[in-house]
């Protein structure tokens, strides 16, 4: 199984810089997602490793061998392109077989590859139909399907499931990191969607800009982030700014925010000083929101309501003049006065950022 090793990678197109300072260290068997906003530098990222296009700086090395100036083809990878591109002229099975084909499998190995991954990507029933009679959805799976027949023991997917409705978007991914873990591969597997990454991968890298912001598991990344830019990014956050009025001595972190509204929270091992400006983010299913008044909470009112399938989602208005998002179960009704108290243990404390929340947040 494969490791990769990307040092201090650099890509620039002209004065444009792709990315820079890229370390990342993919072990064997992983299954790595590349998470991201778009123009984050995603693809150049694939395409540097690939070989598709040369490295400004850096190296790359795939079991312990610098791969630059290796041509794509001697690379020994799978990948599944966004852009999908099927032989026109080849049946989907035929598409799928193509490369144990010219490998000159046995024939009864290859008719178990070809009924494997049919059956993976349930298209069975369409195995004799050329790309043209597909859906864009059909087209995509045997890509996918494709690229797994390979065997090749580093799969690249970059965007595999795009073009596929939600359910079965959900049913392919499983499916698809089921066959990975099996098969003992290693996968990169690029996307943009937070969910997905967090359902497939071991590791997930957070980048932006070229850079990388952030490297852990799905669950690390989700409860304790350690950048803004992540709790932002990865799933949803609210974002209060505040000033902190008193540490005591059981590590509990006294704010204050705007029209003297106030809160206790834990200190999360950050050596944090009284009167340093901060930022508390905390995720709507976080709070607790209440129609009567409770200990350590802030007062807001509800200027909204959606049904989400088992709960409900209010935007609530607070007396910090914050808009934020809260889930709960209880039907509190589309306004009035609510009471929001904070999970001292869930809620993050952040320092202020130098330029701003705003700049520090957006996506670009």
């Known amino acids: 199984m494969p490791n990769v090793e990307i040092t201090m990678l650099g890509k620039k197109f002209g004065r444009v810089v792709a990315l820079t300072g890229v370390d990342l260290e993919i072990k064997d068997g992983e299954y790595l997602a590349i998470l991201g906003p778009s123009g984050c530098g995603k693809t150049t990222l694939i395409n540097c490793l690939t070989g598709i296009v040369d490295i ?9 061998k610098n791969v630059e100036g290796i041509p794509i083809e001697k690379r020994d990878f799978a990948m599944v392109f966004q852009n999908i591109a099927l032989f026109p002229h080849m049946t989907v099975a035929e598409n799928i077989t193509y490369a144990p084909f010219v490998n000159d499998i046995s024939p009864s190995e290859l008719k178990k590859v070809e009924s494997e991954m049919l059956k993976l990507v349930d298209l069975l029933e369409q195995k004799d139909l050329y790309p043209r009679a597909l859906s864009g959805g059909a087209q995509q799976k045997t890509a996918v399907a494709r690229a797994l027949a390979t065997r090749e023991k580093l799969l690249i997917l970059d965007e595999p499931i795009s073009a596929l409705d939600y359910k079965v978007r959900v049913t392919l991914r499983y499916a698809i990191r089921k066959l990975v873990k099996e098969l003992g591969l290693t996968a990169i597997h690029i996307t943009h969607d937070q969910e997905e990454a967090c359902s497939v991968a071991d590791r997930i890298v957070i980048l932006r800009a070229g850079e990388i912001v952030e490297i852990g598991t799905p669950q690390e990344l989700y409860s304790s982030p350690q950048t803004l830019f992540t709790m932002n990014f990865l799933g949803e956050s609210n974002f209060l700014e505040g000033v902190i009025t008193e540490i005591t001595s059981d590590d509990r972190i006294h704010i204050s925010f705007r029209n003297n509204q106030s809160v206790g929270l834990l200190n999360d091992n950050v050596d944090f000083e ?91």
């Open 56 to 64: 400004t700086e850096g190296k790359i090395k795939i079991d312990g």
């Open 274 to 364: 009284e009167g340093e400006s901060v930022v508390v983010a905390f995720r709507p299913e976080n709070a607790v929101i209440s129609k009567k008044s409770t200990e350590n909470s802030l007062i807001g009112d509800i200027t909204g309501k959606q049904f989400i399938g088992g709960y409900f989602r209010y935007t609530i208005i607070l007396r910090t003049d914050d808009e934020i998002l809260l889930d709960s179960q209880l039907d509190l009704g589309s306004q009035g006065n609510v009471f929001i108290q904070l999970n001292p243990k869930e809620a993050r404390i952040f320092r202020a950022p130098i330029y701003g929340l705003k700049k520090v947040l957006t996506l670009e």
